[in-house]
């Protein structure tokens, strides 16, 4: 009866982690030559030249090593909104959209 339990347990955490939802990210679309230092003319520029594509996460800077570039390609020096997984350091996107952030109005008060 303990292995029938056991085995149940381990089949359904299989399932979630195959079920997983893709996360979602904001930042810039970067080559790995200049990494967090973004600039669209030299990030498109670097890139069309071969230079692989890397993410620059908004949320802590870090750069990220992109698993399929032709997905990141056109967005070159853009800030965008990724969808995808994470996995051993490397994003595999499955949606990209350019970002814009919502710009902050003063109150009127």
Partial sequence: MKRIFAASVLIALLVI?????????TGYVSD???GAKVDAAC????????EKV??????DKSVVA???PDALKAFAGQHVLVEGKMENKTLTVTKATPYEAKKLVPSTY
Avoid: P
């Fill in 17 to 25: 982690g195959v079920m997983a939802k893709n996360q979602r990210w």
């Fill in 32 to 34: 790995a030559k200049c």
């Fill in 43 to 50: 990030a498109k520029k670097c890139i069309e030249a071969g």
């Fill in 54 to 59: 890397v993410f620059v996460n908004d949320g």
């Fill in 66 to 68: 992109v698993a399929n």
